[in-house]
């Protein structure tokens, strides 16, 4: 059974189709990318599978668990996470204080697919935030306050506020965008550890196709709101369809 599955989900904005029948499944254990030029509806498409956007049509499902109609918080709790956005950082609080405020948050959740890796209680977020703050290598800047990160680390606070709700299954919207090429390596060495150490299923937004071409299983190619394409990297980079939504017909 496939951990997530959309089915014809449809998204309308006015006359405009931001999601046309998308039809996708992801397995538990995968990392699957989601590319497309710009306004193509990949953000949409995360919105709508996390509940920040209601579907006008069509099906998402979670391990068994129709997700349409419940709310971010509901769907987090199920194990649904996403890295956030800058806005959600609290700008005055520590490095630490801003990883423990979303672990407690989300602490005592009643069910998510790894329920029994969880254990309740205080010491249980005090280790899950050190173990997070290491894995996102900021545990030497966990007593600076929010506000003092460079971009980079900023955009991988994000990351460990997501990781601290404790989800199965992690979105990143373009976790690179305006990265170094430092940061950006740093970030995919982060990914490929929450998939092998820490059993993530992990769905990738992003532009940079050198980092989507290195780390996906597979890829869904969005044009317009509709899938033209999805397959393995190699797939993807010999397809004709991808190539003429991105470059006219030219190499990737
Ligand atoms: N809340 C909204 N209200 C109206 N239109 C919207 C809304 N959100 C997105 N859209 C429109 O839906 C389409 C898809 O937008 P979306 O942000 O999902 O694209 P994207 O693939 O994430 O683009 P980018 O690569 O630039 O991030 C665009 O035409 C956008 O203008
Ligand atoms: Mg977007």
Known sequence: MALLETRNLTKTFGGLRALDDVTISVDQGELVSLIGPNGAGKSTLINTITGMLEPTSGDVTYAGTDLVGLDPFEIAHL???????TASIFPELTVRENVQVAAFATEHGSFSVNFFKRRDGYD????RTERILETIEL????AETAKSLPYGDKRRLEVAIGLATDPDLMFMDEPTAGMSPGETEMTVSLIRELLQDWDMTIFLVEHDMDVIFDV???IFTLNE????ARGTPDEIRNDPAVREAYLGGGEI
Do not use: L, N, T
């Open 79 to 85: 194990g649904v996470g996403r890295s956030f956005q």
């Open 124 to 127: 249980d977020v005090r280790e």
């Open 139 to 142: 545990k030497d800047d966990a």
């Open 216 to 218: 996906s299983d597979r």
């Open 225 to 228: 709101g509709a899938i033209i």
